[in-house]
């Protein structure tokens, strides 16, 4: 059987959970921000859509 699974979530929650996971594991809080704004940078094309693969796609630009 194929099935196809479709979440929604919003912006917010991405960031919300991001910021989250990435506490977890970095105390600086700056440091927490920085690397959250890399990762949603990496996530989203040139073109606005987000790579649900996690890895950036060679049009990805990195938060600087």
């Avoid at 194929?2 to 979530?9: F, G, M, P, S, T």
């Avoid at 929650?13 to 996971?21: K, P």
């Avoid at 600086?28 to 796609?57: C, F, H, Q, W």
């Amino acid at each position: 059987m194929n099935r196809k699974l479709e979440l929604e979530i919003t912006l917010g929650d991405l960031v919300y959970t991001l910021t989250e996971e990435v506490r977890r594991h970095i105390r600086d809080e700056k440091l927490v921000y920085e690397i959250v704004a890399d990762l949603l940078a990496g996530m989203t094309s040139a073109r606005g859509k987000i790579n649900y693969s996690g890895i950036p796609s060679q049009h990805a630009r990195l938060a600087s």
